[in-house]
Nanobody, 114 residues
Framework: QVQLVESGGGLVQPGGSLRLSCAAS????????MSWYRQAPGKERELVAS???????NYADSVKGRFTISRDNAKNTMYLQMNSLKPEDTAVYYC????????WGQGTQVTVSS
């Protein structure tokens, strides 16, 4: 079955960096688009970034120039490099596989605070 496991979250100071990983299994990773979403307390889940099978990327305006999405099809893994983190980036970050229906990971908490 489809499994998505996020890792790499944690507590970081403003201006710091984190790299999230999403390990995928149970489907042919290389042929599907993948995305990162986030959900802050009291807010709706929002798209952060997405990447096509060919590596074309798309970002929310709020993270452009600070976050970089990438994928390693040989390792069935997607990444989100987050730099210049701000307190408003605090959220649970979810990996999403866009198959016939979307599949979600369990999420990883990112907290940006001094």
């Amino acid at each position: 079955q489809v499994q998505l496991v996020e890792s790499g979250g944690g507590l970081v100071q403003p201006g710091g960096s984190l790299r999230l990983s999403c390990a995928a299994s149970g489907f042919t990773f290389r042929i599907y688009a993948m995305s990162w979403y986030r959900q802050a307390p009291g807010k709706e889940r929002e798209l952060v970034a997405s990447i096509t099978p060919a590596g074309r990327t798309n970002y929310a305006d709020s993270v452009k120039g600070r976050f970089t999405i990438s994928r390693d099809n040989a390792k069935n893994t997607m990444y989100l490099q987050m730099n210049s983190l701000k307190p408003e980036d605090t959220a649970v970050y979810y990996c999403c596989a866009i198959l016939k229906t979307p599949y979600w990971g369990q999420g990883t908490q990112v907290t940006v605070s001094s």
